[in-house]
């Protein structure tokens, strides 16, 4: 099955209902996977609003700022997107990492190190098979080294 098919198997699905949260977050990972961040944007941000399931909602907000992020555009915008990430699940240590690490990138050591930290105390740090799909957050390790190369 081609690329075309799949998507328009996908398309398929998601017009039987639209308002379903988890077809918006199946596209999305489509779109994520073929590098078009602009539509996963669209797709996770639609995901993370019309669910009251707090695993989609934290998968898709973290996905949704690294739509943003692997570009490079729209610091304020990411960091706020893994804020709320935060404040839906505060004992995940996912998006601690990701916070962290950019901060890091931006050469603000004393954010990236607190973000390390916050999420080495408040989570376990492991990988959660919940957010497989999260592969670039590497496991409590990942923290580690965060706050070791900020501190």
């Known amino acids: 099955m081609s690329d075309v098919e799949d998507l328009d198997t996908l398309f398929r699905i998601y017009a039987s209902d639209t308002e379903n949260a988890n077809n918006n977050r199946i596209i999305a990972d489509y779109y994520y996977t073929a590098g078009q961040f602009a539509g996963a944007l669209s797709f996770y941000l639609r995901a993370a609003e019309r669910t009251d399931n707090q695993d989609l909602q934290y998968y898709s907000l973290i996905k949704a700022g690294r739509c943003l992020e692997i570009p490079g555009n729209r610091r304020h915008t990411v960091r706020t ?37 916050l999420g080495l105390i408040l989570s376990s740090g492991d990988k959660d098979h919940r957010y497989i799909n999260l592969v670039e957050y590497p496991g409590k390790h990942g923290l580690i080294f965060q706050k070791a190369i900020s501190g």
């Not at 990138?105 to 390390?116: F, G, L, V």
């Open 81 to 117: 997107l893994f804020s709320h990430a935060i404040n839906v699940f505060p004992n995940r240590p996912e998006a601690y990492y990701f916070m962290s690490r950019n901060h890091e990138w931006s050469q603000e050591w004393i954010p990236s190190y607190t973000y390390a930290n």
